[in-house]
T-cell receptor
Framework: DQQVKQNSPSLSVQEGRISILNCDYTNSMFDYFLWYKKYPAEGPTFLISISSIKDKNEDGRFTVFLNKSAKHLSLHIVPSQPGDSAVYFCAASFSGAGSYQLTFGKGTKLSVIP | NAGVMQNPRHLVRRRGQEARLRCSPMKGHSHVYWYRQLPEEGLKFMVYLQKENIIDESGMPKERFSAEFPKEGPSILRIQQVVRGDSAAYFC????????????FGPGTRLTVT
């Protein structure tokens, strides 16, 4: 049973436009969410996170929105740049015992077209 | 300041052989996590270790897999009698003692079983 779902395997966006990557989760115990970016032949690198006590977190061109009632989060990248082309993983965790276990989605491959 | 280091980057083993994957955490990090990524899947948690202690191995197969993080030297993920289904990318992450959310990933070891 997949607890973190990224339903779009791929996304293509023109340079300069907004990229919106979506993520849904089923476990209501999750209270901390992270986005990782991964280039081929490299490990995932941390991008941005959000705690469940917030509904938005912004860092430069990257903003994550959390809708707890819908168990949905999204990553907005604006403006998109060719260097943003990568696979983006959504991950979730929870407080308390086992909080170190990140549960990942399958990833969305973003292609930013110059 | 070197990041998380993993070696080898690529490992080819025949069925029945042993595979040893090594991970050196970031300087100052005493917590190590191993994740496995099967083709077309997200990363799946395997095991969490601190120096000389296995804290949680709930994600690791019960047979043939073992992990250690000795007082000196890298963490080792050992797979005995490998089978084709073990072919995957194995990622190691480390974190500082204070925060398990901040996991920094290595580049991974791609294991191919022939």
């Amino acid at each position: 049973d997949q607890q973190v779902k990224q339903n779009s395997p791929s996304l293509s966006v023109q340079e300069g436009r907004i990229s919106i990557l979506n993520c849904d989760y089923t476990n209501s115990m999750f209270d901390y969410f992270l986005w990782y970016k991964k280039y081929p032949a490299e490990g995932p690198t941390f991008l941005i996170s959000i705690s469940s006590i917030k509904d938005k977190n912004e860092d430069g061109r990257f903003t994550v929105f959390l809708n707890k009632s819908a168990k949905h989060l999204s990553l907005h990248i604006v403006p998109s740049q060719p260097g943003d082309s990568a696979v983006y993983f959504c991950a979730a965790s929870f407080s308390g015992a086992g909080s170190y276990q990140l549960t990942f989605g399958k990833g969305t491959k973003l292609s930013v077209i110059p | 300041n070197a990041g998380v280091m993993q070696n080898p980057r690529h490992l080819v083993r025949r069925r029945g052989q042993e595979a040893r994957l090594r991970c050196s955490p970031m300087k100052g990090h005493s917590h190590v996590y191993w994740y496995r990524q099967l083709p077309e899947e997200g990363l799946k948690f395997m095991v969490y270790l601190q120096k000389e202690n296995i804290i949680d191995e709930s994600g690791m197969p019960k047979e043939r897999f073992s992990a250690e993080f000795p007082k000196e030297g890298p963490s080792i993920l050992r797979i005995q009698q490998v089978v084709r289904g073990d072919s995957a990318a194995y990622f190691c992450a480390s974190s500082p003692a204070q925060s398990s959310y901040e996991q920094y990933f290595g580049p991974g070891t791609r294991l191919t079983v022939t």
